[in-house]
C-alpha cells in the first residue's frame, strides 16, 4: 500500500521534469539563430576592431609591433591617450588638440616619448588630464598653444567630448557601433579581410579603409595626400565661417584664467612646460591679421600676451610665421596641420633656445638634420619609432 503511494505519487514529479526539459530544449532551438547571430556580428564588431576597448589598444601599443588606430564609429581618444600615458609614464610628452599630432618618438630619442595630443581641445581639459595622470607627471609637456582654444565658440562644441571608453557589452553605443559596422561590412564585405593598408595593420574601420589613424606612439599618420592650398579655406575664413579660426573680439577671461589653472599644476608637480603655437598654411594668418572679424586673433599675438604666456612658467615658441623656423609651403597636411617635417624644422629651431636644449640634452640635431635630407613634404619617419 504505502510502495503503490510512492510510485503513484513520483510520477507526476517525472512528468513536469520531462515537460521542462522539453520546454527549455525547444527554447533553445528557438534562440539559437538570434545567439548565432548576435555572436557574429559582435566577432565582426571585433575583428572590425571598433568594438575594441582603448585602453585594449593602448596596451596594444607598448607590445613594439606597428599599427595604426582609428575606429569610424566612435571616438574614445581622451582616454586612449590618458591611459597610454598610465602605461608608459614617458619623460617628454606632447599635449593638445590635433595641431600638436605630428611631434614623433624618433624625433627625441633616447629619451622616452609620447604624443598624446588630439586628445585636449578644451583649455580646462589640460587641467582636468594632467590630474588624470594621478601620480606620474612628466619631465616635460611640449604643448599647442592656439588663440582658438581661449574662445566659448570653440569649447562649445567639444562640449560632448566622451572622457571614457567604450561602453560596456549591450550599451546603447555598442548597438549604435554594430548596426553601423554590419552596414559597412554588408557594402563591403572585403573590409573583414583587408586589415592592412600601406603595408601596416590597421584597427578601426575608418584606419582600414584609408590608412589614417594614431601610430605606436600616439602620433596622427595622416595618409597619402596632396600638397594643402590655402584658397580652399581663405573664402570662408574672410566670411568668418571656417572651423577652426572661429571669429572673436577678445580672448574670453574665463578661459585665461583655466590656462593659469593648468600652468600652476604643472609648476606644483615639478613639469617643465614648452608651448608652441604651429603655423597655418601661408595666407590663412594674413587674412585673419586684416580681418575686423579676427580680433582675438590680433590679442594672442601682442606683445602683451606673449609676455603673459611666458610668465606662466612656459618656455614659449610662436612659428606662426614660416620664416621664423625655416618652414616650406608645401610641408603641410592641410591648411591647418604642418607636417613631420615642418615639426623637425621646428624642433630644430627651438634647440636654439638654451632653455628647451636644457631640457632634452641627449637629443641629436644632426640627425634631425639628417632626416630631413631623406623626408617627403609628409612624412619624416614614418613607422620608425
Known amino acids: 500500500m504505502f510502495s503503490n503511494s510512492s ?14 526539459k522539453r520546454f527549455w530544449l525547444r527554447l533553445a532551438l528557438f534562440l539559437s539563430p538570434l545567439v548565432f547571430m548576435g555572436l557574429a556580428a559582435t566577432l565582426i564588431g571585433l575583428s572590425s576592431g571598433e568594438l575594441l576597448p582603448v585602453r585594449f589598444v593602448a596596451w596594444l601599443q607598448t607590445r613594439g609591433e606597428p599599427f595604426v588606430f582609428l575606429p569610424q564609429f566612435s571616438d574614445h581618444t581622451y582616454r586612449l ?18 595641431r600638436a599630432n605630428q611631434w614623433r618618438s624618433a624625433m627625441f630619442r633616447p629619451t622616452s616619448f609620447y604624443n598624446a595630443a588630439n586628445a585636449v581641445f578644451v583649455m580646462r581639459d589640460f587641467r582636468r588630464m594632467l590630474e588624470g595622470f594621478e601620480d606620474f607627471a612628466p619631465r616635460v609637456i611640449i604643448f599647442s598653444v592656439d588663440y582658438f ?10 562640449r560632448k567630448q566622451s572622457k571614457d571608453d567604450l561602453g560596456g557589452w549591450g550599451s546603447s553605443e555598442q548597438v549604435d557601433i554594430l548596426e553601423g559596422v554590419l ?6 564585405p572585403k573590409l573583414l579581410f583587408h586589415v592592412r593598408n600601406g603595408g601596416v595593420p590597421t584597427i578601426g574601420l575608418y584606419a582600414r579603409k584609408t590608412g589614417v589613424g594614431f601610430r605606436l606612439d600616439g602620433s596622427y599618420h595622416y595618409g597619402d595626400r596632396e600638397s594643402a592650398d590655402a584658397e580652399t579655406v581663405i573664402p570662408a575664413i574672410r566670411e568668418g565661417k571656417q572651423w577652426p579660426v572661429s571669429p572673436a573680439a577678445n580672448l574670453d577671461d574665463a578661459r585665461i584664467q583655466e590656462f593659469e589653472r593648468f600652468t600652476e599644476l604643472a609648476r606644483s608637480k615639478g613639469i617643465a612646460l614648452v608651448g608652441v603655437t604651429m603655423p597655418f598654411v601661408p595666407g590663412v594668418a594674413r587674412v585673419m591679421e586684416q580681418s575686423p572679424l579676427y580680433g582675438a586673433w590680433r590679442q594672442f599675438h601682442s606683445r602683451q600676451t606673449q609676455d603673459w604666456i611666458r610668465k606662466q612658467g612656459v618656455i614659449y615658441f610662436d612659428f606662426t610665421a614660416l620664416d621664423s623656423f625655416g618652414g616650406r609651403p608645401d610641408e603641410f597636411a592641410d591648411p591647418f596641420h604642418p607636417s613631420e617635417p615642418a615639426y623637425v624644422r621646428m624642433l630644430l629651431t627651438m634647440l636654439a633656445n638654451e632653455n628647451f636644449r636644457a631640457l632634452v640634452p641627449h637629443l641629436d640635431a644632426e640627425a634631425l638634420r639628417d632626416r630631413l635630407k631623406r623626408a617627403s613634404t609628409l612624412e619624416a619617419y614614418g613607422q620608425e619609432f
Open 7 to 20: 510510485i503513484s505519487s513520483s510520477e507526476p514529479a517525472r512528468s513536469f521534469t520531462t515537460a521542462m
Open 81 to 98: 591617450k590618458l591611459d597610454a600615458v598610465r602605461r608608459r609614464r614617458p619623460e617628454i610628452l606632447a599635449l593638445g588638440s590635433s
Open 149 to 158: 582654444t581661449f574662445l566659448p565658440a570653440f569649447e562649445f562644441v567639444y
Open 183 to 188: 552596414g559597412e561590412v554588408m557594402r563591403d
